[in-house]
């Protein structure tokens, strides 16, 4: 799990929230945290509403204690929505809108100065400065209308 906040690893992320964790409980493989939202920075396509929800993280990548996930403490919670095309995922009982946090996520203690660099960084990818990984056959630019610039 990464410990770096920007606007590339912001961008690639399909949500970007603060939470505060409440409650840790097993399901087989998994651990499930009650968690509280306090602040959404980027939702993408999901359900994520403020308030206590719940995030899964496979015990295998619990092991390495990056960070060492702390009840009560608040952190700054940046990952990908799971399909469920996965077998271990679907094991999960939300698994098609389960947020879940894996060696890719970015989990990090929250700083109250991440705030306002969260903001901007929304601000900047609702005015087109997050790339959108590219259709297949098609440019970045081609799916925004735009024209391709040669070089």
Not at 24 to 35: A, N
């Amino acid at each position: 799990m990464s410990r770096r906040v920007n606007q590339r690893k912001y961008c690639k992320k399909d949500y970007v929230i603060q939470a505060q964790l409440l409650s840790r409980d097993t399901q087989g493989e998994w651990l499930r945290f009650t968690i509280n939202v306090v602040s959404i920075y980027k939702r993408g396509h999901g359900k994520i509403v403020k308030g206590d929800q719940y995030m899964y993280l496979h015990q295998t990548d619990y092991t390495c204690k990056c960070p060492k996930l702390r009840l009560g403490q608040q952190y700054l919670i940046m990952g990908r929505y799971h399909s469920g095309g996965d077998e271990n995922v679907r094991a999960i009982d939300d698994h098609k809108s389960a947020m879940i946090i894996n060696a890719d996520s970015t989990v990090i203690e929250w700083k109250d100065e991440w705030a306002r660099r969260l903001r901007k960084f929304h601000k900047r990818e609702r005015k087109g400065r997050c790339k959108r990984p590219a259709l297949e056959g098609t440019t970045n630019a081609e799916q925004n209308g735009e024209e391709e610039e040669e070089e």
